[in-house]
């Protein structure tokens, strides 16, 4: 419980930080993003507040940025951080649209920013994450306009794209030969994707009834 002392920037050796399921609150302070060798960075499941501080860029080994389930609000302008592999930030309040520099992040292998409330359309530079294996988008529901076509290029083995108002999701249905969960709304409408296996919609299941 309580918040995250700024004495934590002390830890100057610290690689591993898991401090999940701990009812912690307060802001992400910048002290943490300041430990140069802060490899995984675990704080899932709290109830922690306020925007990402734009100092992550600063983590210059951070692999793995786990904030799930906590009150985080704001845009995802300040995540910039090429180091990063695992992102994930589900279950949150983060709003606006997902930056274009996402492309830049190369070493991305895992991305999760489901059950947000971000909006606007897919960046095209999504497809240069050619390591990128999970891509988790649903339960955005102001996500809108067509997905780019240069998507189909993305070689994930997880896509999560239902409860969205995305279209021209079957876009990806020409290279995803090797996928394990592809998940769409199609459940309840005239949208086609052969190639998910899951359709979802107001009253189709959807993974196993969690819709």
């Known amino acids: ?32 993003f300041q430990l140069t060798k802060l490899e995984v960075l675990d704080l899932m499941v709290n109830d922690i507040t306020g925007p990402i501080p734009s100092e992550v860029g600063l983590a210059a080994s951070l692999r793995t940025l786990d904030l799930g389930y906590n009150e985080i609000t704001g845009i995802l302008d300040n995540v910039v951080n090429p180091s990063l592999q695992r992102i994930v930030f589900a279950f949150n309040a983060l709003n606006g649209p997902i930056p274009s520099f ?59 794209l239902e409860w969205t108002d995305l279209r021209n999701v079957e876009v990806f249905c020409s290279s995803l030969f090797h996928i394990d969960s592809f998940s769409a709304d199609c459940g309840d409408s005239d949208i086609e994707c052969s190639c998910c296996t899951d359709c979802c919609g107001i009253f189709v299941s959807c993974r196993d009834g969690l819709i």
């Open 102 to 160: 996402i492309g830049t992040m190369t070493m991305l292998e895992h991305l999760d920013l489901s059950y947000n409330r971000l909006s606007g359309q897919l960046p095209s530079s999504l497809a240069d994450l050619h390591f990128l294996d999970h891509l988790s988008l649903n339960n955005n529901a102001d996500l809108s306009g067509t997905v780019p076509a240069t998507l189909s290029s993305l070689n994930v083995s997880v896509l999560h």
């Open 1 to 32: 419980m309580g918040e995250i002392p700024t004495e934590v920037g002390l830890l100057s050796s610290l690689e591993y930080l898991l401090l999940g399921y701990n009812s912690l609150s307060g802001t992400l302070t910048t002290e943490l």
